[in-house]
């Protein structure tokens, strides 16, 4: 049996801030331009992919993040175990998206690193490091944009009042992780 | 630094993205047909103008959408975006 | 024993707050509230340095960032030192400590004073006169000319501070919180904009607020008192922030600005630790209000730079704000009724004033009336001719001017003093507007440049837009905001303002003197010491453009950007040279307004988070196992692992043996992965790649060559037919962002027709690569559910498949020439599949190698590495990898420029295999490669790219290029080092297992 | 005959109050026609009209200038002093050029200092270290006097470099070349002007060229805001604008015009005493003989003429300076500005013809242009006076973007110079 490893091990609390990675959260990417493609990951989620820029829908189980006009990063609204990594959602669009060549599925479960963010002092720790506008994006749930934080790409969704999803990539994921906790203990 | 309109997410700033150049330089569909001088006229000639250009930026740490925009160079103010494929807006 | 000229209480001061600091090693003392230079004028000091060509001793000139002169050392010797710093801007604090600059031994008694007297043999532009014999010299001279110049002293420890960001977004942005500012914001704010206010003073209200006249009221109360009110409500306003001691240092185009917020250097050093100490602001503004105020005119005369001469607003504000009196024998010089104002305030306070010098005829506003019903002497149309007094100043010399102002007549008279103010009337502000692309025009009735066309949705508002005088603010300023902020009405209409000062002013740059001009210094630049004659001396000598006569002279190239003297070196370049003011132009001011601190511009990018630092799955593993690492990229990668104090080269030769007599293990995780699917792929490959890939089986793997559309090698790396419409494509280390925003952008505008999308997964998988002799022994027995004979899994070829319950990609690649696996398994379950690797591993020796020993291990094979073996002028063909180029694609990316005719000569430079004459002798990388090495000039054919010592073939083995090598196989070559020449011999790059026998041992 | 600068000639004006000085040069209106024009009054223009007039006795001659004389990119740059180029074509053209430099102060009567402080290329990762080192085996073939230091001697050299193993890129080595160094900007093109005023050529500045009369495929003159021009030889030297003189005379040139960037700190009192460059990690620094550091950034990515660059660009380059230099810390930056440099696929200059005859051009030097102004001054001279180019520039024609025989100095231009 494999072992699974954390990227990020500890969870970090500030006044106003609270940070930790999320594990294992599916995540695949899928692409499309037909719109048969749409209604039919419609059909098989019951979920709309939300067709406006910058902007998210959600399921029961699953949540649909905006990331270009043909592009939606899904991933699933709770951890899911770590001792097996084959997921229902992605075998299901495999069969009716790809096998009927509608588009692209894509997963990216572990190429990016979900970092949830609660508290007031979220968009403050972001403000020290994304040249990316807030003021109107932390007054409205469900935004999402992909920016970038102390240089380095991110996808944030802001999916309740003083929560937000942070998605890096993997690789990139403890060095911000480390700069987020460095700027957020001046905070 | 410039705020760019891209077509798909809206007005962000210039570190979100990478410019590309000239743009409307088609690649030719049969190279091998070019001589040499026709090849070296769409790789490397340029028209670097000074005054309105019409040029190609991508939304690298956005979207990862190609697009047109019209700047004027001499100044920088842009004057429009356009999606690829899209004709270009006249000279206003 | 100094002085005190503190006079009765400011309460700006807290008296009851008194600090210690030391001036140059003497300890004084000042109050809360204080500026250094407050400080030092209550200690009755005026010397604080020297002038940067002279050396000449130079005093406080102003109350403000544009102090040419008072700038000195702060805690020299120590970790928080800083050069330039000016007592204008600096707060006081408890164990500050302050020295003199470019003085030596003592600002008292420089050295560097003799630079005075040589002074008429150095004239502007004298260093390009001379200085060139003998030629051979010049560093000497050199070497002399820099040790006297550069002012204070760079820091030479690493800096103990925080610096950090923070972007702001606003809906509008107020610079300056004067009584315009507090106007703008006031208004602004309550009619929804969101606001942002700074203030580069650590107190609101700017000159007004210490306005305490009878002279100046709004709605019959005293203008101060007026405004305290106003500054009251502001601060209850919530879509309002207001930031003090925060100067914005650059106005750049599309309304982004830069500012600089000071949070601690005002503090005791003790209370700084662990505290942001700068932050810089990135603003974002819709909309910009610039009210950046005025700044006061100097006067130029014969000697107008001795400590002791300041401006009157500096006076004024000394005085007012911070009840210190400059001097107890004052006496005043003004083309101008603002001196009036300052003299009344000084006349309330009890402070002596001498006499005022006032060069103009009929004057009789309301405020000279009162002066003189205070029967203090004015001297009308007069002008200082000259001064004296070598540390502090102590006399003037004043005569009579005439009508046209152009000379003086009648006789000298000498008036004693210790402190002189001089007022040239008001230059507005507009560095910012300038900066940010705008156009000025120039007002003659008073000869000042104001804001004319503006290059984005921004104003400017008060003195910096022309309007001087408070009935004009409050006239002006109101309705222009309503334009501007399209908005009804504001609080300030009608109101009943009551404002004495008259407009009248007799503006004459360089006055006149009773001597010939050569014998003057009359100053226009004083930290750079240019003075008048300079500036007609270059003009003499056909330096006609303003840029070219500031270049020659130094003019307003000092620490304070020419804020005082521009003006005048203007005026007097246009007088002299007969053109109109307008029509000259002004300088270009360049943004910072006032120096930023590196620091502050860099913020927290420094030390750890200088650059990001890219980490594979496995990478704890391999610190736990003391691996060397080496950067790649952003990436790090094991270089190296040395076992019990190996060196490099022992650990590499180690590592290579074992990997081919046994087995190696490498983290491959770092090479890039691109996700390619739709019903195009194919398609789209066979564009990308210079060879075929529409017949490639589903299961099959392939290596591809990308070119540039310029036919250059570009990236390189194996891709896997993962099914019809399903390809996994492995790029370099380097290259993968780079490629896949190059395939991405032939997507999108080349061919938008293709159904292909792809997606970056690099980071999603781990790659542990397992190569040598017992590798299949080893990957067998990890996944033993799965068939590793030759027959259903050869080499080229890969398996999905599943360890435990966990899913994995198999691909059975090869880049040592081994038969070897790369196992693919989602990252977060890499690290337990490398352990598991060398706990199974154990028994075959599994050894863990790093880029080092990978490098070896292919260029064994002649494997190439793009961008060690190859750079931007290597073709396929060069590197004779003609069979991957096909010949029966009609196109591909860089095709039709491999047939262009240079590209196709057949002496271009081709990649060869190298063989030195002595096995021993490893060759050096970079070194070149002649044929004859007598031949002048020499010719050299090539160099050498990757070079090692092959433990498996005991001699030493090199790859180069040379000029065509193609066609010199067995051919002798020589490599000339410095200390030798080495013999090689032209081989065939592939040096080991030609027949591929190994891939399936 | 001007008067001759000296120590001597300083002294004696000090009497008069140095009311006597001539004028550096003239500032005539323009004839109705000259032998040859050059376009661009910057160094390189400058030094092209001297050598035609010095050396080719071509008397009758004009350098046009729409602005001011230096105004561009030779007074813009941060005067870096090199050769010790890769490829041999590089290493000759730009050591012609410093061995010119080496007696030009006498030469023009004019102190340029040039400041032989020696000039250090830093390697961060394994693959500069190859490249270094190729570049000064190819150099010492070349006779160029460039050597590869250790880190130690590279601390030993300039020992305010961080050189910890602990820093995110530690220097791994470098390159040391004595002979290179800095001058002093301003001063080459104001003595190249004075030294080609004195040999009869006209500066016009404040003339504008707006357009270039043709006469089939070759050249009648050239109209400006002063008016038509007759001539048969013009050459352009126009930097950053190469491209809008080109679109005048319907030629199209491989060149993209992008903004660079530098500052310069308040001055101090010396604190280094050499000229230190980075490739990898994008820094390169000097101190002016005034005290200031002198700090260039890179290029942005896009097309500009408005002569101002990024910030990103700017902090970037703080970035390197704070990571190799953690002292400069505390520094402030006194002044930054911006130029426009015309920069080729190669990153190597063209001094060619052009497809119309008497049209020469003389662009494409990038970010690396004033090092070469003496040597370039001279080879474009020769090709204009004889209607081809000498040995040493033959190299860089405008041919070889057709044919491919490119001079691909990438390596040596990854950090703008």
């Given at each position: 049996?494999?072992?699974?490893?954390?990227?990020?091990t500890e969870e970090k609390s500030y006044s106003g801030l609270q940070m930790k990675e999320m594990k294992p959260i599916m995540k695949l990417i899928i692409r499309g331009k037909k719109r048969e493609f749409l209604s039919s990951i419609g059909k098989s989620l019951n979920l709309l992919l939300p067709t406006e820029a910058n902007t998210s829908s959600r399921s029961e189980k699953l949540t649909a993040l905006w990331l270009s006009p043909d592009e939606w990063m899904i991933y699933s609204n709770e951890t899911l175990s770590s001792k097996n990594n084959d997921y229902e959602t992605e075998n299901l669009l495999n069969d009716n998206i790809s096998k009927k060549n509608l588009g692209a599925i894509t997963d990216v479960t572990d190429q990016f690193v979900l970092i949830n963010l609660k508290g007031d002092k979220i968009f403050d720790l972001f403000e020290t490091g994304s040249p990316f506008n807030f003021n109107d994006f932390k007054n409205k749930k469900g935004s999402v944009t992909q920016t970038i934080l102390a240089k380095i790409d991110v996808i944030i969704h802001n999916q309740n009042q003083n929560d937000a999803n942070l998605f890096v990539r993997r690789s990139f994921s403890q060095h911000l992780f480390s700069w987020m906790n460095d700027s957020a203990s001046r905070l | 630094m410039f705020i760019i309109n891209c077509p798909y997410c809206g007005e962000r700033e210039?570190?979100?993205?990478?410019?590309?150049?000239?743009?409307?330089?088609?690649?030719?569909?049969?190279?091998?047909?070019?001589?040499?001088?026709?090849?070296?006229?769409?790789?490397?000639?340029?028209?670097?103008?000074?005054?309105?250009?019409?040029?190609?930026?991508?939304?690298?740490?956005?979207?990862?959408?190609?697009?047109?925009?019209?700047?004027?160079?001499?100044?920088?103010?842009?004057?429009?975006?356009?999606?690829?494929?899209?004709?270009?807006?006249?000279?206003? | 024993?100094?002085?005190?000229?503190?006079?009765?209480?400011?309460?700006?001061?807290?008296?009851?707050?008194?600090?210690?600091?030391?001036?140059?090693?003497?300890?004084?003392?000042?109050?809360?509230?204080?500026?250094?230079?407050?400080?030092?004028?209550?200690?009755?000091?005026?010397?604080?340095?020297?002038?940067?060509?002279?050396?000449?001793?130079?005093?406080?000139?102003?109350?403000?960032?544009?102090?040419?002169?008072?700038?000195?050392?702060?805690?020299?010797?120590?970790?928080?030192?800083?050069?330039?710093?000016?007592?204008?801007?600096?707060?006081?604090?408890?164990?500050?400590?302050?020295?003199?600059?470019?003085?030596?031994?003592?600002?008292?008694?420089?050295?560097?004073?003799?630079?005075?007297?040589?002074?008429?043999?150095?004239?502007?532009?004298?260093?390009?006169?001379?200085?060139?014999?003998?030629?051979?010299?010049?560093?000497?001279?050199?070497?002399?000319?820099?040790?006297?110049?550069?002012?204070?002293?760079?820091?030479?420890?690493?800096?103990?501070?925080?610096?950090?960001?923070?972007?702001?977004?606003?809906?509008?942005?107020?610079?300056?919180?004067?009584?315009?500012?507090?106007?703008?914001?006031?208004?602004?704010?309550?009619?929804?904009?969101?606001?942002?206010?700074?203030?580069?003073?650590?107190?609101?209200?700017?000159?007004?607020?210490?306005?305490?006249?009878?002279?100046?009221?709004?709605?019959?109360?005293?203008?101060?008192?007026?405004?305290?009110?106003?500054?009251?409500?502001?601060?209850?306003?919530?879509?309002?922030?207001?930031?003090?001691?925060?100067?914005?240092?650059?106005?750049?185009?599309?309304?982004?600005?830069?500012?600089?917020?000071?949070?601690?250097?005002?503090?005791?050093?003790?209370?700084?630790?662990?505290?942001?100490?700068?932050?810089?602001?990135?603003?974002?503004?819709?909309?910009?209000?610039?009210?950046?105020?005025?700044?006061?005119?100097?006067?130029?005369?014969?000697?107008?730079?001795?400590?002791?001469?300041?401006?009157?607003?500096?006076?004024?504000?000394?005085?007012?704000?911070?009840?210190?009196?400059?001097?107890?024998?004052?006496i005043l010089f003004t083309n101008n009724d603002s001196a009036y104002e300052t003299a009344i305030s000084l006349y309330q306070k009890g402070i002596n004033i001498e006499a005022i010098i006032d060069n103009r005829e009929e004057i009789d506003s309301k405020l000279i009336k009162e002066i003189e019903k205070n029967n203090i002497k004015i001297f009308k149309g007069y002008t200082i001719v000259d001064t004296s007094g070598y540390k502090r100043i102590n006399k003037v010399s004043i005569m009579q001017l005439s009508k046209d102002g152009q000379k003086v007549v009648g006789s000298k008279t000498t008036l004693n003093c210790d402190c002189l103010g001089i007022s040239g009337g008001w230059t507005p502000a507009v560095h910012l507007f300038t900066q940010s692309g705008g156009k000025l025009k120039f007002r003659d009735e008073d000869q000042v440049f104001i804001p004319n066309i503006y290059p984005s949705d921004q104003i400017s508002i008060g003195s910096c837009n022309g309007e001087f005088t408070l009935d004009e603010i409050l006239s002006v300023v109101p309705t222009t905001l309503k334009k501007f902020l399209n908005i009804k009405e504001t609080d300030y209409e009608n109101l009943e303002v009551q404002s004495s000062f008259n407009k009248s002013k007799r503006n004459i740059w360089l006055l006149p003197s009773d001597k010939v001009i050569g014998k003057t210094k009359s100053?226009?630049?004083?930290?750079?010491?240019?003075?008048?004659?300079?500036?007609?001396?270059?003009?003499?000598?056909?330096?006609?453009?303003?840029?070219?006569?500031?270049?020659?002279?130094?003019?307003?190239?000092?620490?304070?950007?020419?804020?005082?003297?521009?003006?005048?070196?203007?005026?007097?370049?246009?007088?002299?040279?007969?053109?109109?003011?307008?029509?000259?132009?002004?300088?270009?001011?360049?943004?910072?307004?006032?120096?930023?601190?590196?620091?502050?511009?860099?913020?927290?990018?420094?030390?750890?988070?200088?650059?990001?630092?890219?980490?594979?799955?496995?990478?704890?593993?391999?610190?736990?196992?003391?691996?060397?690492?080496?950067?790649?990229?952003?990436?790090?990668?094991?270089?190296?692992?040395?076992?019990?104090?190996?060196?490099?080269?022992?650990?590499?030769?180690?590592?290579?043996?074992?990997?081919?007599?046994?087995?190696?293990?490498?983290?491959?995780?770092?090479?890039?992965?691109?996700?390619?699917?739709?019903?195009?792929?194919?398609?789209?490959?066979?564009?990308?790649?210079?060879?075929?890939?529409?017949?490639?089986?589903?299961?099959?793997?392939?290596?591809?060559?990308?070119?540039?559309?310029?036919?250059?090698?570009?990236?390189?790396?194996?891709?896997?037919?993962?099914?019809?419409?399903?390809?996994?494509?492995?790029?370099?280390?380097?290259?993968?962002?780079?490629?896949?925003?190059?395939?991405?952008?032939?997507?999108?505008?080349?061919?938008?027709?293709?159904?292909?999308?792809?997606?970056?997964?690099?980071?999603?998988?781990?790659?542990?690569?397992?190569?040598?002799?017992?590798?299949?022994?080893?990957?067998?027995?990890?996944?033993?559910?799965?068939?590793?004979?030759?027959?259903?899994?050869?080499?080229?070829?890969?398996?999905?498949?599943?360890?435990?319950?966990?899913?994995?990609?198999?691909?059975?690649?090869?880049?040592?020439?081994?038969?070897?696996?790369?196992?693919?398994?989602?990252?977060?379950?890499?690290?337990?599949?490398?352990?598991?690797?060398?706990?199974?591993?154990?028994?075959?020796?599994?050894?863990?190698?790093?880029?080092?020993?990978?490098?070896?291990?292919?260029?064994?094979?002649?494997?190439?590495?793009?961008?060690?073996?190859?750079?931007?002028?290597?073709?396929?063909?060069?590197?004779?990898?003609?069979?991957?180029?096909?010949?029966?694609?009609?196109?591909?990316?860089?095709?039709?420029?491999?047939?262009?005719?240079?590209?196709?000569?057949?002496?271009?430079?081709?990649?060869?295999?190298?063989?030195?004459?002595?096995?021993?002798?490893?060759?050096?990388?970079?070194?070149?490669?002649?044929?004859?090495?007598?031949?002048?000039?020499?010719?050299?054919?090539?160099?050498?790219?990757?070079?090692?010592?092959?433990?498996?073939?005991?001699?030493?083995?090199?790859?180069?290029?040379?000029?065509?090598?193609?066609?010199?196989?067995?051919?002798?070559?020589?490599?000339?080092?410095?200390?030798?020449?080495?013999?090689?011999?032209?081989?065939?790059?592939?040096?080991?297992?030609?027949?591929?026998?190994?891939?399936?041992? | 005959?001007?008067?001759?600068?000296?120590?001597?000639?300083?002294?004696?004006?000090?009497?008069?109050?140095?009311?006597?000085?001539?004028?550096?040069?003239?500032?005539?209106?323009?004839?109705?026609?000259?032998?040859?024009?050059?376009?661009?009054?910057?160094?390189?223009?400058?030094?092209?009209?001297?050598?035609?007039?010095?050396?080719?006795?071509?008397?009758?001659?004009?350098?046009?200038?729409?602005?001011?004389?230096?105004?561009?990119?030779?007074?813009?740059?941060?005067?870096?002093?090199?050769?010790?180029?890769?490829?041999?074509?590089?290493?000759?053209?730009?050591?012609?050029?410093?061995?010119?430099?080496?007696?030009?102060?006498?030469?023009?009567?004019?102190?340029?200092?040039?400041?032989?402080?020696?000039?250090?290329?830093?390697?961060?990762?394994?693959?500069?270290?190859?490249?270094?080192?190729?570049?000064?085996?190819?150099?010492?073939?070349?006779?160029?006097?460039?050597?590869?230091?250790?880190?130690?001697?590279?601390?030993?050299?300039?020992?305010?470099?961080?050189?910890?193993?602990?820093?995110?890129?530690?220097?791994?080595?470098?390159?040391?070349?004595?002979?290179?160094?800095?001058?002093?900007?301003?001063?080459?093109?104001?003595?190249?002007?004075?030294?080609?005023?004195?040999?009869?050529?006209?500066?016009?500045?404040?003339?504008?060229?707006?357009?270039?009369?043709?006469?089939?495929?070759?050249?009648?003159?050239?109209?400006?805001?002063?008016?038509?021009?007759?001539?048969?030889?013009?050459?352009?030297?126009?930097?950053?604008?190469?491209?809008?003189?080109?679109?005048?005379?319907?030629?199209?040139?491989?060149?993209?015009?992008?903004?660079?960037?530098?500052?310069?700190?308040?001055?101090?009192?010396?604190?280094?005493?050499?000229?230190?460059?980075?490739?990898?990690?994008?820094?390169?620094?000097?101190?002016?003989?005034?005290?200031?550091?002198?700090?260039?950034?890179?290029?942005?990515?896009?097309?500009?003429?408005?002569?101002?660059?990024?910030?990103?660009?700017?902090?970037?380059?703080?970035?390197?300076?704070?990571?190799?230099?953690?002292?400069?810390?505390?520094?402030?930056?006194?002044?930054?500005?911006?130029?426009?440099?015309?920069?080729?696929?190669?990153?190597?200059?063209?001094?060619?013809?052009?497809?119309?005859?008497?049209?020469?051009?003389?662009?494409?030097?990038?970010?690396?242009?004033?090092?070469?102004?003496?040597?370039?001054?001279?080879?474009?001279?020769?090709?204009?006076?004889?209607?081809?180019?000498?040995?040493?520039?033959?190299?860089?024609?405008?041919?070889?973007?057709?044919?491919?025989?490119?001079?691909?100095?990438?390596?040596?231009?990854?950090?703008?110079?």
């Amino acid at each position: 049996m494999l072992n699974y490893t954390n990227t990020i091990t500890e969870e970090k609390s500030y006044s106003g801030l609270q940070m930790k990675e999320m594990k294992p959260i599916m995540k695949l990417i899928i692409r499309g331009k037909k719109r048969e493609f749409l209604s039919s990951i419609g059909k098989s989620l019951n979920l709309l992919l939300p067709t406006e820029a910058n902007t998210s829908s959600r399921s029961e189980k699953l949540t649909a993040l905006w990331l270009s006009p043909d592009e939606w990063m899904i991933y699933s609204n709770e951890t899911l175990s770590s001792k097996n990594n084959d997921y229902e959602t992605e075998n299901l669009l495999n069969d009716n998206i790809s096998k009927k060549n509608l588009g692209a599925i894509t997963d990216v479960t572990d190429q990016f690193v979900l970092i949830n963010l609660k508290g007031d002092k979220i968009f403050d720790l972001f403000e020290t490091g994304s040249p990316f506008n807030f003021n109107d994006f932390k007054n409205k749930k469900g935004s999402v944009t992909q920016t970038i934080l102390a240089k380095i790409d991110v996808i944030i969704h802001n999916q309740n009042q003083n929560d937000a999803n942070l998605f890096v990539r993997r690789s990139f994921s403890q060095h911000l992780f480390s700069w987020m906790n460095d700027s957020a203990s001046r905070l | 630094m410039f705020i760019i309109n891209c077509p798909y997410c809206g007005e962000r700033e210039q570190s979100e993205f990478k410019a590309g150049g000239e743009a409307h330089i088609v690649r030719p569909k049969q190279p091998t047909e070019l001589s040499d001088d026709q090849w070296a006229e769409y790789l490397f000639m340029r028209k670097n103008i000074k005054g309105i250009q019409f040029e190609r930026w991508v939304h690298s740490h956005g979207c990862r959408k190609w697009f047109n925009v019209v700047r004027d160079t001499s100044n920088d103010v842009i004057k429009a975006v356009y999606k690829m494929g899209e004709k270009p807006p006249t000279k206003k | 024993m100094t002085k005190n000229l503190r006079i009765k209480t400011s309460k700006f001061i807290d008296e009851t707050y008194k600090i210690s600091f030391k001036f140059n090693g003497k300890t004084y003392f000042g109050y809360k509230g204080d500026t250094l230079a407050s400080a030092l004028l209550a200690n009755d000091i005026h010397l604080v340095g020297r002038s940067f060509k002279y050396h000449r001793p130079r005093g406080i000139m102003t109350a403000g960032s544009e102090e040419p002169n008072a700038i000195v050392q702060l805690h020299n010797n120590t970790s928080r030192t800083e050069p330039n710093v000016r007592v204008t801007e600096i707060e006081i604090y408890d164990g500050l400590e302050a020295s003199s600059q470019n003085c030596w031994p003592s600002v008292n008694f420089d050295m560097g004073g003799i630079n005075n007297f040589l002074s008429p043999v150095l004239p502007a532009g004298f260093y390009y006169k001379t200085f060139m014999w003998p030629a051979s010299f010049w560093e000497k001279y050199e070497y002399f000319i820099r040790k006297s110049a550069g002012l204070g002293k760079s820091p030479m420890e690493p800096d103990p501070d925080i610096y950090e960001h923070r972007y702001v977004h606003c809906d509008l942005l107020i610079i300056g919180a004067g009584i315009s500012g507090i106007i703008a914001a006031k208004t602004a704010a309550k009619n929804g904009y969101k606001t942002l206010l700074v203030e580069e003073k650590s107190y609101l209200g700017g000159s007004t607020i210490y306005q305490n006249s009878e002279h100046f009221k709004i709605n019959n109360q005293i203008s101060s008192s007026w405004l305290e009110k106003e500054i009251n409500e502001i601060k209850k306003i919530k879509n309002l922030e207001i930031k003090t001691r925060t100067s914005v240092a650059a106005f750049h185009g599309y309304n982004f600005l830069l500012a600089r917020e000071n949070l601690t250097d005002h503090l005791p050093l003790e209370q700084r630790n662990k505290k942001t100490r700068q932050r810089l602001l990135k603003i974002r503004a819709k909309k910009v209000i610039t009210a950046t105020g005025s700044l006061e005119r100097p006067l130029i005369f014969d000697n107008n730079d001795r400590p002791g001469i300041l401006l009157s607003s500096a006076i004024h504000k000394y005085a007012n704000l911070f009840g210190v009196a400059c001097g107890e024998k004052n006496i005043l010089f003004t083309n101008n009724d603002s001196a009036y104002e300052t003299a009344i305030s000084l006349y309330q306070k009890g402070i002596n004033i001498e006499a005022i010098i006032d060069n103009r005829e009929e004057i009789d506003s309301k405020l000279i009336k009162e002066i003189e019903k205070n029967n203090i002497k004015i001297f009308k149309g007069y002008t200082i001719v000259d001064t004296s007094g070598y540390k502090r100043i102590n006399k003037v010399s004043i005569m009579q001017l005439s009508k046209d102002g152009q000379k003086v007549v009648g006789s000298k008279t000498t008036l004693n003093c210790d402190c002189l103010g001089i007022s040239g009337g008001w230059t507005p502000a507009v560095h910012l507007f300038t900066q940010s692309g705008g156009k000025l025009k120039f007002r003659d009735e008073d000869q000042v440049f104001i804001p004319n066309i503006y290059p984005s949705d921004q104003i400017s508002i008060g003195s910096c837009n022309g309007e001087f005088t408070l009935d004009e603010i409050l006239s002006v300023v109101p309705t222009t905001l309503k334009k501007f902020l399209n908005i009804k009405e504001t609080d300030y209409e009608n109101l009943e303002v009551q404002s004495s000062f008259n407009k009248s002013k007799r503006n004459i740059w360089l006055l006149p003197s009773d001597k010939v001009i050569g014998k003057t210094k009359s100053f226009v630049d004083y930290q750079n010491d240019a003075t008048a004659k300079d500036i007609k001396l270059a003009l003499r000598e056909g330096f006609r453009s303003i840029e070219h006569v500031k270049r020659y002279t130094t003019t307003g190239m000092g620490t304070d950007q020419g804020k005082l003297g521009n003006m005048h070196a203007l005026g007097i370049i246009s007088e002299t040279a007969g053109s109109k003011m307008g029509e000259l132009g002004t300088t270009t001011f360049r943004p910072p307004y006032t120096p930023l601190t590196f620091g502050t511009i860099v913020g927290r990018n420094v030390g750890e988070y200088f650059d990001i630092f890219r980490k594979t799955p496995i990478h704890d593993w391999h610190v736990e196992n003391k691996a060397e690492f080496e950067n790649v990229g952003q990436w790090k990668r094991p270089w190296y692992y040395p076992q019990n104090g190996e060196n490099m080269h022992d650990a590499v030769q180690r590592e290579s043996k074992a990997a081919r007599d046994s087995a190696g293990i490498l983290d491959a995780s770092t090479l890039g992965k691109i996700d390619i699917q739709g019903t195009d792929a194919s398609e789209f490959l066979n564009r990308v790649y210079t060879n075929a890939w529409s017949k490639l089986a589903i299961g099959k793997c392939r290596y591809g060559l990308m070119l540039n559309e310029d036919g250059m090698v570009y990236d390189d790396g194996v891709t896997t037919r993962l099914g019809e419409n399903h390809y996994i494509m492995t790029t370099t280390t380097g290259g993968a962002a780079t490629v896949l925003g190059k395939l991405e952008d032939y997507l999108q505008t080349e061919w938008p027709e293709l159904d292909v999308y792809l997606t970056s997964v690099t980071d999603h998988y781990a790659t542990v690569s397992i190569c040598g002799p017992n590798s299949k022994k080893i990957v067998s027995q990890i996944i033993p559910d799965l068939d590793f004979s030759d027959e259903s899994f050869p080499h080229m070829s890969f398996k999905n498949s599943k360890i435990g319950k966990i899913k994995c990609r198999v691909m059975r690649i090869s880049f040592t020439g081994e038969h070897s696996y790369e196992i693919n398994v989602q990252a977060n379950y890499g690290k337990s599949v490398w352990e598991r690797c060398m706990e199974i591993g154990k028994e075959f020796n599994i050894t863990p190698y790093g880029t080092e020993t990978m490098h070896l291990l292919r260029a064994e094979k002649g494997f190439i590495i793009v961008g060690q073996d190859t750079d931007a002028t290597m073709t396929p063909i060069d590197l004779q990898m003609d069979w991957i180029v096909s010949k029966k694609k009609y196109d591909f990316i860089g095709k039709r420029s491999l047939y262009r005719s240079d590209t196709i000569r057949e002496d271009r430079k081709q990649l060869v295999g190298l063989i030195t004459e002595n096995p021993n002798e490893v060759l050096e990388e970079g070194a070149q490669i002649v044929a004859d090495i007598n031949k002048s000039p020499i010719e050299m054919l090539g160099h050498v790219t990757s070079s090692y010592y092959s433990p498996n073939l005991k001699k030493s083995i090199a790859l180069g290029v040379v000029r065509g090598g193609k066609n010199m196989m067995g051919q002798k070559l020589i490599i000339p080092m410095k200390d030798k020449q080495i013999n090689v011999t032209v081989a065939d790059p592939v040096f080991l297992d030609k027949e591929n026998k190994r891939l399936n041992a | 005959m001007k008067n001759k600068y000296s120590i001597f000639s300083l002294v004696k004006n000090a009497f008069s109050y140095h009311e006597n000085w001539e004028k550096a040069w003239k500032d005539p209106e323009p004839k109705k026609e000259y032998d040859a024009i050059i376009v661009g009054g910057g160094g390189h223009g400058l030094a092209t009209a001297y050598y035609l007039a010095k050396k080719h006795k071509m008397k009758n001659i004009a350098v046009v200038e729409k602005g001011w004389i230096g105004g561009g990119n030779t007074g813009r740059n941060t005067t870096i002093i090199r050769s010790n180029y890769l490829w041999d074509a590089s290493a000759g053209l730009y050591d012609h050029a410093l061995k010119i430099w080496e007696g030009l102060s006498q030469e023009l009567n004019y102190n340029v200092m040039f400041s032989q402080r020696g000039v250090i290329n830093l390697a961060h990762n394994l693959q500069d270290i190859r490249d270094l080192k190729r570049r000064t085996h190819a150099n010492r073939l070349n006779g160029i006097d460039a050597v590869y230091l250790n880190t130690e001697e590279v601390k030993k050299f300039c020992p305010i470099i961080n050189t910890s193993p602990e820093i995110r890129y530690p220097v791994l080595g470098g390159t040391l070349q004595k002979r290179a160094g800095t001058a002093r900007h301003d001063a080459v093109a104001w003595g190249y002007a004075r030294g080609a005023d004195e040999m009869g050529v006209d500066i016009i500045q404040n003339c504008e060229v707006k357009g270039i009369k043709r006469n089939g495929d070759s050249v009648e003159g050239i109209e400006t805001t002063k008016g038509f021009i007759k001539t048969n030889k013009i050459g352009v030297v126009a930097a950053g604008h190469s491209s809008v003189i080109a679109n005048m005379a319907g030629l199209r040139l491989p060149l993209e015009s992008k903004p660079l960037q530098a500052l310069v700190s308040e001055p101090v009192k010396p604190v280094i005493d050499t000229v230190v460059m980075s490739n990898a990690v994008h820094a390169y620094v000097s101190q002016s003989d005034k005290g200031e550091l002198v700090i260039g950034a890179g290029t942005d990515d896009y097309v500009s003429y408005s002569q101002k660059g990024s910030h990103d660009i700017v902090e970037g380059t703080l970035n390197a300076i704070l990571e190799l230099y953690p002292i400069f810390s505390r520094m402030r930056m006194l002044r930054q500005w911006g130029g426009i440099v015309d920069i080729c696929p190669d990153a190597s200059p063209i001094i060619s013809k052009t497809s119309i005859k008497g049209l020469y051009f003389n662009c494409g030097w990038g970010t690396g242009g004033f090092k070469a102004t003496p040597g370039s001054g001279d080879l474009f001279a020769h090709t204009i006076a004889n209607d081809e180019p000498h040995k040493l520039n033959a190299a860089f024609n405008l041919n070889r973007f057709v044919s491919g025989d490119l001079v691909d100095e990438h390596g040596a231009a990854a950090v703008a110079h």
